[in-house]
Nanobody
Framework: QVQLVESGGGLVQAGDSLRLSCVVSGRTFGWFSMAWFRQAPGKEREFVAAISWRGSSTTYGDSVKGRFTISRDNAKNTLYLQMNSLKPEDTAVYYC????????????????WGQGTHVAVSS
């Protein structure tokens, strides 16, 4: 059974930093591109960032470019999201997800999701 478990969320002030983690079990983590999405109250789920299975390619949503960094440690089966210069509009539940197909250089189709971790940024 594949499991994705996010952690690292919390309540911070504007301008602060947080690092989210997502540990994946039950799957060969290093074969799959990964991504972070987020969902704010009353809004649709939004793409945040993605990383290729090798970690050599990353993409970001426009709202987080230059502030967030996605990375992965395939030896630890862990995906990360470093979030700097946080803004109140970054408040959301953050989810990690796996690409449906292995060995894809880009993230195209989410497959499995974690339960999410809540990030709240006060002004």
């Amino acid at each position: 059974q594949v499991q994705l478990v996010e952690s690292g969320g919390g309540l911070v002030q504007a301008g602060d930093s947080l690092r989210l983690s997502c540990v994946v079990s039950g799957r060969t983590f290093g074969w799959f591109s990964m991504a972070w999405f987020r969902q704010a109250p009353g809004k649709e789920r939004e793409f945040v960032a993605a990383i290729s299975w090798r970690g050599s390619s990353t993409t970001y949503g426009d709202s987080v470019k230059g502030r967030f960094t996605i990375s992965r440690d395939n030896a630890k089966n862990t995906l990360y999201l470093q979030m700097n210069s946080l803004k109140p509009e970054d408040t959301a539940v953050y989810y990690c997800t796996t690409e449906k197909r292995a060995f894809q250089s880009t993230f195209t189709e989410p497959d499995l999701w974690g339960q999410g971790t809540h990030v709240a940024v006060s002004s």
